[in-house]
């Protein structure tokens, strides 16, 4: 087996990155600073800005590397036969792989979707519409074998994302309240983004008419859902005299 091979510049780099992704997860985009991060990679804020760039560029350089990290472990994790079911159980897994490799990107993420994905570069979004590509295409194949139901990609992504960092961030809610002396908690899943998967799965399936169920949303193209809000009542305005 070829041995990786290390640089004092890669080293130094990834050192940094390592440290920013910890910043910004405890501070946010707007409350980390350089030199913070600077002190915990040890280096000084010029071979910082050498390595990687300002406060911004330190924010990109994490996103890109975790998101190119989730593309290749979907290139490794997605079999090129056999069908979308199994493809998108990949797909859960090279999810729950990054989550569990990377504790910093739940906090991150989960910032990022409050703020309405302000901080996020045009290189961000450009690889998060690649992966989207990957979703449409698994789901594509799922719908022409008649195994799923035709929803967009994006939908999918959220589903999965959402529901993986949740579930991380919801672990460390359920230590807390262990700590502060709530017994009897329920247990979270060894698998997270497995479990997001099923349940999605298992919404998106198509189910054969006849079957239990299949009267139901579960076998209706999703712009048929009979579900619909229920109407608010009217407020009424007080009559003012």
């Not at 991380?168 to 997270?192: D, N, T």
Request: hydrophobic share 45%; proline share 6%; glycine share 10%.
């Amino acid at each position: 087996m070829a041995v990786a091979e290390h640089s004092p510049k890669k080293d130094a780099r990834a050192g940094i990155l390592g440290a920013a992704a910890r910043e910004f997860a405890e501070s946010g985009f707007a409350g980390a600073r350089v030199d913070r991060i600077a002190r915990r990679a040890g280096v000084n804020k010029a071979m910082l800005y050498y390595h990687v760039g300002n406060k911004s560029a330190l924010y990109e350089a994490v996103l890109l590397g975790w998101m190119d990290l989730l593309l290749a472990e979907l290139g490794r994790r997605v079999p090129e036969s056999g069908d979308a079911e199994e493809k998108l159980a990949a797909l859960a897994g090279a999810f729950d792989a990054l989550v569990r490799e990377n504790p910093y990107y739940p906090q991150i993420m989960a910032r990022e979707l409050s703020a309405g994905g302000q901080n996020l570069s045009k290189r961000v979004f450009e690889r998060h519409a690649a992966l989207l590509k990957v979703e449409g295409e698994i789901l594509s194949e799922g719908v022409r074998e008649g195994r799923l139901r035709q929803v967009s990609p994006v939908t999918l992504h959220i589903l999965l994302v959402v529901g993986t960092v949740m579930h991380q961030m919801a672990g460390r809610l359920r230590e807390r309240a262990a700590k502060a002396g709530f017994k009897g908690l329920p247990a979270l899943p060894a698998w997270p983004a497995g479990t997001v998967a099923d349940l999605v799965l298992h919404g998106l399936k198509v189910q054969p008419a006849g079957e239990k169920g299949a009267a139901g949303p579960g076998a209706l193209p999703l712009k048929e859902n009979p579900i619909r809000p229920a109407a608010l009542p009217r407020r009424h305005k007080e009559n003012s005299r």
